[in-house]
C-alpha cells in the first residue's frame, strides 16, 4: 500500500494518515505517507504555526512535533 501522492479526497486522507503512523510497514513506507501529508498541508500548517508563535523555525518544527505525535491522533480528518 502506497500513499496517493495527491490525497484529494477524505478516504485518500485517512488512508495516507493510517500508513503514515502505521507500526505494520517500514520507516520508509511511514515516511514517504507523512511527506504526502507534509505537501498537502505546508503551507497552511506552516503560515497557521507561525502566526500562532511568531517564529519560523518553531514553526518549521511544528511538523516534527505532529510527526512525533501521529500516532496519538484520535480523528485523522484532525490532522489539517
Do not use: C, W
Not at 10 to 30: C, I, K, N
Not at 64 to 71: C, E, K, Q
Amino acid at each position: 500500500m502506497h500513499p496517493n501522492p495527491t490525497a484529494t479526497t477524505v478516504d485518500d486522507l485517512a488512508t495516507t494518515v493510517e500508513l503514515a503512523r502505521s507500526q505494520d510497514v517500514g520507516v520508509a513506507e511511514r515516511s514517504a505517507a507523512f511527506a504526502v501529508l507534509v505537501d498537502r498541508f505546508q503551507d497552511m500548517a506552516f503560515g497557521y504555526a507561525k502566526s500562532i508563535l511568531g517564529d519560523t523555525h518553531l514553526a518549521q518544527e511544528s511538523f516534527l512535533m505532529a510527526y512525533a505525535g501521529l500516532r496519538q491522533l484520535r480523528e485523522f480528518k484532525a490532522f489539517a
